[in-house]
């Protein structure tokens, strides 16, 4: 076993169950001692139990070392006295996994909006507030470790998520500043894009394709970005095994000039999208610096 957490405190959000409760098992199994946080809701959200406190329960029996929090992300003062706490009892918080998620899933001409604020309130302000609780800690020890979990939905779409999803892709958006900002003290943001069978997803496929899905198979991606040599900024999927990487990317586009109408632009949209040019860039200013670099070039109209 290579990739150790001995010495490190790790906080995984949402992990009394689910692919949460792996992640947990699998950070204390490597020497981590594990903030288990979870407010034991259903999976719309609502009610409330003790399902952190039987994950701790876990990790003790098999010799590690946990605690649990019962608290919601979305309250930032709560998160903040559960990091103090952490912090008092270990002396650090080196990694945090913000794992917590709901789903309040209707075709958007149904959905209340209620529902889709609630959804961006538990996956977006709450991983915000898990994240600036122990920001200050992790530039002060020059050291973090910070994970947040976006999805498929996310990522590619998927019919009845309008609200799940803009809620996991604003996750993206979270890292790829907050990669920059982190840079400079050895703080590494990572985004996990899991599939596994949980109560999210048990009603969606066959046993036999649950079976292949387990929360196991996707907690080595967590570990690994939870490491000492995690990269940064990466968007790492995982399923079954499987492991990939996804990137937002951008064509190198056309130069159409000054004078170009909307009429040019579909005359030429099969070259605007032309994905054989296309890029990832690893921050905002690069496509600035490409538009400068085109306008440069002679326009294709006139
Ligand atoms: P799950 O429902 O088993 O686990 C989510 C956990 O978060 C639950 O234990 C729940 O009590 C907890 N939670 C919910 N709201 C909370 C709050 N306000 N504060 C603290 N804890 C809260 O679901 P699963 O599948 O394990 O999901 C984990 C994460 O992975 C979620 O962010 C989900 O969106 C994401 N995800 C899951 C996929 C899958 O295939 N299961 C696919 C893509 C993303």
């Known amino acids: 076993?290579?990739?150790?957490?001995?010495?490190?405190?790790?906080?995984?959000?949402?992990?009394?169950?689910?692919?949460?409760?792996?992640?947990?098992?699998?950070?204390?199994?490597?020497?981590?001692?594990?903030?288990?946080?979870?407010?034991?809701g259903s999976r719309d959200g609502t009610g409330h139990s003790d399902a952190a406190l039987a994950v701790v329960a876990e990790i003790e029996a098999a010799g590690g070392t946990a605690m649990s929090d019962g608290g919601s992300v979305t309250d930032f003062g709560h998160m903040q006295a559960m990091v103090e706490k952490a912090k008092a009892a270990w002396g650090g918080v080196h990694i945090l996994i913000n794992n917590a998620g709901i789903l309040r899933d209707k075709s958007f001409a149904k959905m209340e909006i209620g529902d889709f604020r609630t959804?961006?309130?538990?996956?977006?302000?709450?991983?915000?507030?898990?994240?600036?609780?122990?920001?200050?800690?992790?530039?002060?020890?020059?050291?973090?470790?910070?994970?947040?979990?976006?999805s498929s939905t996310g990522l590619y779409g998927n019919f009845g998520q309008t609200n799940y999803g803009a809620a996991k892709l604003s996750l993206v958006g979270f890292m790829n500043s907050l990669k920059l900002e982190g840079a400079r003290d050895n703080i590494k943001v990572?985004?996990?894009?899991?599939?596994?069978?949980?109560?999210?997803?048990?009603?969606?496929?066959?046993?036999?394709?649950?079976?292949?899905?387990?929360?196991?198979?996707?907690?080595?991606?967590?570990?690994?970005?939870?490491?000492?040599?995690?990269?940064?900024?990466?968007?790492?999927?995982?399923?079954?095994?499987?492991y990939a990487a996804a990137q937002l990317v951008e064509t190198d586009g056309v130069n159409l000039g000054h004078g170009a109408t909307a009429d040019?632009?579909?005359?030429?949209?099969?070259?605007?999208?032309?994905?054989?040019?296309?890029?990832?860039?690893?921050?905002?200013?690069?496509?600035?610096?490409?538009?400068?670099?085109?306008?440069?070039?002679?326009?294709?109209?006139?």
């Not at 689910?18 to 979870?38: F, I, M, Q, S, T």
């Not at 920001?135 to 979990?149: L, N, S």
């Open 1 to 40: 076993m290579t990739i150790s957490f001995e010495g490190r405190v790790a906080i995984v959000t949402g992990a009394g169950g689910g692919l949460g409760r792996a992640y947990a098992l699998e950070l204390a199994r490597r020497g981590a001692k594990v903030v288990v946080n979870d407010l034991g």
């Open 119 to 150: 959804v961006v309130d538990v996956h977006l302000i709450g991983s915000a507030n898990c994240t600036k609780a122990v920001w200050e800690i992790m530039k002060a020890q020059a050291y973090g470790r910070i994970v947040v979990t976006t």
């Open 190 to 242: 990572n985004a996990i894009c899991p599939v596994a069978a949980t109560r999210m997803t048990e009603a969606l496929m066959p046993p036999a394709i649950l079976e292949m899905l387990k929360p196991e198979f996707v907690s080595p991606a967590v570990a690994y970005l939870a490491s000492d040599d995690a990269p940064t900024g990466v968007i790492l999927t995982a399923a079954a095994g499987v």
């Open 264 to 302: 040019d632009i579909a005359a030429h949209f099969g070259e605007i999208c032309d994905w054989t040019t296309a890029k990832h860039y690893g921050q905002g200013g690069e496509q600035n610096a490409k538009f400068l670099a085109r306008v440069q070039e002679k326009p294709v109209l006139g």
